[in-house]
């Protein structure tokens, strides 16, 4: 086999000029394409087109956009595009022989994608065929039997010679060596392929010459022009002189292209007219078949039948060409021939090929529809119907395929999604071609969708309420609050804390804390039942999400009481520490009330109910005391034979578990007559919200005790000043009179107090106005003198009357409408308490008078005298 013509430094120039000329400008075709043409063999990194350019595209955008070159996976990526400069270029070698075994126009289609937004681009570039095979021969030598009788003009084929070019690069002609007996002519085949014929010139003579030498060269067309040659061996036989003859010399055959091995093709059939050896007939295949042909097809050399040896591919090649030769087995046998067309008939044995080109995922749960999630290529190998696809979503998921460009479909969103209810798409994407029985292919896509914080917050319970025993621990848990976020990831963490506020004054974080990752609530001090029963706090939940989003709840602490108070006796009152006293008269009969031991509980509930009980005493069956009221009273009469000093202790118990108590002590002194003093006991009533609340009550009772003492020291010393003034000024007895009030003021008001022996349970009583001297009398312009007393007094006790029960003494004075005559009375009681008479105005001295001056409320002077 020869070498090819030319230098390789003359191919690599009429290779690069070759580029220059084709590639210069691109072809942009009538539906938006482009197309482009490049030689084959060109070496890594040169320069195809710049796509950039003719595409319209920024090219300082074109990586941020992600421009590249879609391929089928597993596909060789024979170009790529620099994103720097947008310049297509040769990635790695193109053999056009490789990529195209087929001959024909070799093309490369190519899919452009660049994003933000979504485009796409087709082109195309063909792969232009350079001269780089030489034609070679399947054997160097050939051996070729003539018989002798062979007639001049006989046609002997000879072995074609193979170039995997195309075009003018592949074999364009035959040469045979000069000779004097032989010619050769040159044959087309129905695909333009180039097949030699040797033509007898001249008559053979076995005896002269019984073998002839000649050289046939095989030539291609290209630049250099390439060749290779083969040497004929031609053997001159004896005369055999009736060759074999087929039926007719093409015939046609058409098979299905999934035909099983061994299906009949053709049956072929050529007839001999000698005997014997000389008209059996052989078949074969010619020399100048194709290797794919042998590879495919068998010839039966005895029955002539052709067989299906080979897989056929439709796809791969719809026609294939046989030459088949019979040849007699007789001596100097000639081989005719015949062409045999096998036309492929397509079936739908190729399924749609789904391929997802670009994928955007995870989606956003608030992407406005018509979102593009994927762009998909789908293809088909068959041809017509069978190579026809249509692709579809699986139903019930809010997404469809558009069709952008022809077997290109774009996924798109078609509703808004919401993560929170499916976070996961599943799209089967459905490709079914048209064929009989139709193909398809199922593809799954699986569509994450990303969360967006749009979900608040949610507590389990609209709110809460914890109970917590006072005197707890600090520190101590007391509850937890929990809530949900149906987002996730930084969205779905929550934080919890409690809004500011105040309780009592103070700042609720004084009181109550929380973990802000648990949501466990803690209490920071030790409630008291007596002094907070409940408050309420504003706890929020906050997702970490941008922008946050929370959402509050309420929590009610109810503090639970615990019996941590024993009961507190208010009355009686002991003097001075000393035992508390009574006077009992011994005339008293059964059930006579001798006092009331009063207590009060600051605990709530059945920790503040009181019992009472006679703890204690000399004689168990004199006295009894109610338990629930405390009254003391006598169970019966006394006799002669009691003691006249009664020792009793009696106790005040709650009904707390453990229960508490206190106990108070009593001297009874049994007399004859009861001299007018005031007992230890005293009405202390309260009212039943404060005497069964908390100890606000106690100090309520101190405080109120210790202004009334204060206020009653001052009225004593301004009554003593007063009374020692008048001393020397007015005349009277010692009887009660009725003083005027300073002109110009209110009418003044008459007040009487009767005390006795039961003077604690005297009561006062307001009486209807005096009439002193008003204006309009004869005097308007005199004020009373000291020389009136006893007009004054009977105008004054003619409106006194008599209140309580029993002797005793009274007193008067006058004030004006705003002074509170219960003060007042609460001041004069320590002197009216001796009931002691009062032979004329002054102090409660021994001689048993009481007077007094002062200022009331409303900055009115007034008088009291005490009878």
């Given at each position: 086999m020869g070498a090819g013509a030319g230098s390789g430094r003359g191919q690599l120039f009429l290779r690069s000029l070759l580029f220059l000329l084709l590639a210069g400008s691109p072809a942009r075709p009538a539906w938006g394409q482009l197309r482009y043409a490049v030689p084959e063999e060109l070496e890594h990194g040169a320069f195809v087109?710049?796509?950039?350019?003719?595409?319209g595209l920024d090219v300082s955008t074109l990586s941020a956009r992600r421009f590249r070159i879609v391929s089928r996976a597993g596909a060789r990526q024979h170009l790529e595009v620099n994103l720097e400069n947008g310049i297509l270029f040769v990635n790695e070698r193109i053999d056009r022989e490789e990529v195209c075994e087929a001959g024909g126009t070799c093309l490369l289609h190519l899919q452009l994608l660049v994003e933000s937004p979504l485009e796409l681009y087709r082109v195309e570039v063909e792969v232009l065929d350079i001269n780089d095979h030489a034609p070679t021969f399947p054997w160097q030598e050939?051996?070729?039997?003539?018989?002798?009788?062979?007639?001049?003009?006989?046609?002997?084929?000879?072995?074609?010679?193979?170039?995997?070019?195309?075009?003018?690069?592949?074999?364009?002609?035959?040469?045979?060596?000069?000779?004097?007996?032989?010619?050769?002519?040159?044959?087309?085949?129905?695909?333009?392929?180039?097949?030699?014929?040797?033509?007898?010139?001249?008559?053979?003579?076995?005896?002269?010459?019984?073998?002839?030498?000649?050289?046939?060269?095989?030539?291609?067309?290209?630049?250099?022009?390439?060749?290779?040659?083969?040497h004929i061996l031609v053997t001159v036989l004896d005369a055999n002189d009736n060759v074999p003859a087929f039926d007719q010399p093409s015939y046609g055959v058409s098979l299905p292209e999934d035909a099983p091995a061994g299906t009949l093709v053709i049956q072929l059939n050529a007839t001999d007219l000698d005997e014997g050896p000389n008209g059996e007939i052989e078949y074969s295949f010619s020399g100048h078949a194709p290797p794919r042909v042998r590879e495919l097809f068998h010839v039966e050399p005895r029955s002539g039948q052709v067989l299906l040896k080979g897989r056929l591919d439709y796809e791969r090649a719809s026609l294939h060409e046989l030459y088949v030769q019979a040849k007699d087995r007789g001596p100097s046998a000639v081989a005719v021939h015949c062409r045999v067309l096998v036309h492929l008939l397509d079936v739908n044995d190729n399924a749609p090929e789904v391929t997802l080109t670009s994928v955007s995922t995870p989606v956003l749960e608030d992407a406005p529809p018509g979102t593009v999630i994927a762009v998909i290529s789908v293809l088909d190998r068959d041809s017509g119907d069978n190579g026809r696809v249509s692709c579809e979503v699986g139903p019930n998921v809010p997404f469809e395929l558009r069709s952008s460009f022809r077997n290109y479909y774009t996924l798109v969103t078609t509703q808004a999604l919401d993560r929170e209810a499916v976070p996961e798409y599943n799209v089967s994407i459905t490709a079914r071609d048209m064929g009989s029985p139709a193909l398809l292919t199922r593809s799954t896509l699986t569509v994450p969708v990303s969360d967006v914080n749009d979900n608040a917050p949610r507590f389990l319970q609209p709110s809460y309420s914890v109970y917590v025993m006072e005197n707890n621990a600090p520190g101590a848990s007391i509850c937890s609050v929990s809530a949900l976020d149906p987002d996730c990831q930084q969205n779905a963490y929550l934080s919890y804390s409690i809004a500011e506020g105040h309780i009592h004054g103070?700042?609720?974080?004084?009181?109550?804390?929380?973990?802000?990752?648990?949501?466990?609530?803690?209490?920071?001090?030790?409630?008291?039942?007596?002094?907070?029963?409940?408050?309420?706090?504003?706890?929020?939940?906050?997702?970490?999400?941008?922008?946050?989003?929370?959402?509050?709840?309420?929590?009610h602490i109810f503090v639970l009481d615990q019996n941590d108070n024993a009961p507190v006796i208010v009355s009686p009152m002991p003097r001075n520490g000393s035992v508390a006293t009574e006077l009992v008269p011994r005339s008293a009969r059964p059930g006579y009330l001798v006092g009331t031991v009063s207590a009060v509980d600051a605990d709530a509930g059945l920790n503040a109910r009181l019992s009472y009980q006679l703890l204690q005493a000399t004689d168990f069956t004199l006295f009894s005391v109610a338990p629930d009221t405390g009254e003391l009273r006598t169970l019966r009469s006394f006799l002669e034979q009691d003691a006249s000093r009664q020792q009793l202790v009696v106790q005040v118990r709650d009904g707390g578990q453990p229960a508490l108590s206190a106990t108070v002590s009593l001297l009874l002194s049994v007399v004859e007559t009861m001299p007018q003093t005031l007992s230890d006991f005293s009405e202390f009533s309260l009212p039943p919200e404060v005497s069964s609340s908390s100890p606000l009550t106690l100090y309520l009772l101190v405080s109120l005790g210790s202004i009334s003492f204060t206020f009653l020291l001052a009225i004593l010393i301004l009554t003593a000043i007063r009374c020692r003034g008048e001393r020397r000024s007015r005349q009277g007895d010692s009887s009660a009179t009725c003083l005027d009030v300073p002109a110009g003021g209110p009418p003044g008001y008459c007040y009487k107090v009767c005390l006795g022996p039961e003077s604690a349970q005297s009561d006062f009583m307001f009486l209807k106005p005096c009439s002193p001297p008003r204006?309009?009398?004869?005097?308007?312009?005199?004020?009373?003198?000291?020389?009136?007393?006893?007009?004054?007094?009977?105008?004054?006790?003619?409106?006194?009357?008599?209140?309580?029960?029993?002797?005793?003494?009274?007193?008067?004075?006058?004030?004006?409408?705003?002074?509170?005559?219960?003060?007042?009375?609460?001041?004069?009681?320590?002197?009216?308490?001796?009931?002691?008479?009062?032979?004329?105005?002054?102090?409660?001295?021994?001689?048993?008078?009481?007077?007094?001056?002062?200022?009331?409320?409303?900055?009115?002077?007034?008088?009291?005298?005490?009878c």
């Open positions: 087109a710049n796509l950039g350019e003719d595409l050939y051996v070729l039997e003539v018989a002798e009788s062979a007639v001049l003009g006989a046609r002997f084929p000879l072995e074609s010679a193979q170039d995997p070019d195309v075009g003018t690069n592949s074999v364009h002609t035959y040469r045979l060596s000069p000779n004097g007996f032989f010619s050769l002519e040159v044959q087309t085949r129905s695909d333009a392929s180039k097949f030699a014929e040797l033509v007898l010139e001249r008559a053979l003579d076995r005896e002269q010459q019984r073998v002839h030498r000649v050289l046939l060269t095989a030539l291609d067309g290209g630049v250099p022009e390439r060749s290779g040659t083969a103070m700042p609720v974080g004084t009181y109550v804390s929380i973990n802000s990752d648990s949501g466990h609530m803690y209490a920071l001090r030790s409630l008291d039942y007596e002094q907070i029963r409940s408050f309420q706090i504003q706890v929020q939940a906050q997702d970490a999400g941008f922008p946050p989003l929370s959402a509050n709840v309420t929590v204006n309009n009398e004869k005097d308007p312009g005199k004020r009373s003198r000291p020389d009136q007393p006893l007009q004054r007094q009977q105008r004054c006790s003619s409106a006194l009357g008599e209140v309580g029960s029993g002797g005793g003494f009274s007193f008067a004075w006058v004030s004006n409408s705003h002074w509170d005559s219960v003060s007042i009375a609460a001041a004069l009681l320590p002197c009216a308490g001796r009931g002691l008479q009062c032979p004329g105005p002054g102090c409660c001295s021994a001689q048993g008078c009481a007077s007094s001056q002062g200022v009331g409320a409303s900055g009115q002077d007034f008088n009291v005298s005490i």
